[in-house]
């Protein structure tokens, strides 16, 4: 089988099984995700958690991580950081 033709059927059975499902999974795991940063937890951590591994393989993980509400839930955490002090060398 040509290389062409199995980047077709690859193509055809990600897009059969990669159904709308697929995407209410994503939505709950980027909810688990925003949710637990505003607790405090630190995204590469989360990402780690048995929930998001077990809801999402490893290419849903990556295109979640771009998702622009958790880009904008990082930064915001970030800041959190930076404004508490928390990172201050001097204050250690």
């Known amino acids: 089988m040509s290389e062409e033709r199995q980047g077709v ?7 059969i099984f990669s159904s709308r499902s697929s995407t209410a999974r994503e939505e709950r795991v980027i909810e688990y995700i925003i949710h637990r940063m505003n607790e405090g937890a630190h995204l590469r951590d989360i ?19 771009q998702d ?7 930064r915001e955490h970030m800041q959190e ?12």
């Open 9 to 15: 059927l690859a193509r055809f059975w990600n897009r």
């Open 81 to 92: 950081e930076f404004l508490s002090g928390r990172l201050d060398p001097g204050k250690r």
């Open 68 to 74: 622009p509400r958790i880009v904008e839930a990082a």
């Open 47 to 65: 990402v780690g958690e048995e929930y998001v591994r077990r809801n999402l393989s490893q290419s849903q993980i990556e295109r979640v991580l």
